[in-house]
C-alpha cells in the first residue's frame, strides 16, 4: 500500500520524512507538548530521527500510520496524527496526536482527526479507535468525546514517564457509534 495523504480544508496530511526532522524535533523537544505524551521530551536531533524511522517500519509492518499535519496556507508541518497499535485482523488502532502549542485551540487537531477517524473507519474498516490519555489531560479528553469516544475505565499506573508512573484513561469509538454521528 501506498502511503496515504489525506486532505481537509486547511491540513494534509502526509508522511513524515527525514526533511521534517527540525520540525518534528521542534514540537517534541517542548516540555508542553510531552508532559502528557507519554515519552520524555526530545533533547537531541537524532531522537527525531528515530521516530520517523519507526513511524515508516511500523508503516511497512502494518502496525501504524502516522500523518505529519501541514498547513496548506503555509506547507508547515505542525504535528503529527496517526493510527498505533494497529491490529487489521483485529480491525483497531489507537489514535495519537501532538501538535506545537502555537497552533492550539484553533480546530487543527479535530480536523486532522475527524479526517484518520474517517479512512480508519471506511477504508481500513476498523471497527474500534482507541484511545489512552493522562487524567490530568483535560484538553485531549474533551477533544475526543467531542468526536464521539468514550470513556471506558483507568488504566492504573499504565505509562512510566520521567521516571514516575502515570494512570491513563481508555476511551474509544466504535465504528456503529462514529456513523451514526455522522448521519446527524
Do not use: C
Request: glycine share 8%.
Amino acid at each position: 500500500m501506498n502511503f496515504p495523504i489525506l486532505e481537509t480544508k486547511r491540513l494534509k496530511l502526509i508522511e513524515i520524512t527525514h526533511q521534517h526532522v527540525d520540525e518534528l524535533y521542534g514540537i517534541l523537544s517542548l516540555e508542553e507538548v510531552t508532559r502528557f505524551y507519554g515519552t520524555n521530551r526530545f533533547t537531541l536531533q537524532v531522537e527525531a530521527t528515530r521516530l520517523i524511522d519507526l513511524f515508516l517500519k511500523n508503516f511497512l509492518d502494518k502496525r501504524g500510520i502516522r500523518w505529519g499535519i501541514k498547513l496548506k496556507e503555509n506547507q508547515r508541518i505542525i504535528g503529527t496524527v496517526g493510527l498505533n497499535g494497529l491490529q487489521l485482523n483485529n480491525k483497531r488502532a489507537e489514535i495519537g496526536y501532538e501538535l506545537h502549542p502555537s497552533f492550539w485551540r484553533m480546530g487543527y487537531a479535530s480536523e486532522a482527526i475527524k479526517e484518520v477517524l474517517d479512512f480508519s473507519f471506511n477504508r481500513l474498516d476498523l471497527y474500534r479507535i482507541g484511545a489512552v490519555v493522562y487524567p490530568e489531560n483535560e484538553a485531549s479528553i474533551h477533544l475526543l468525546m467531542k468526536q464521539g469516544f468514550m470513556k471506558e475505565g483507568l488504566l492504573r499506573g499504565y505509562i512510566l514517564q520521567n521516571e514516575q508512573f502515570h494512570d491513563t484513561h481508555v476511551l474509544s469509538l466504535l465504528r456503529p457509534e462514529w456513523k451514526e454521528s455522522q448521519e446527524e
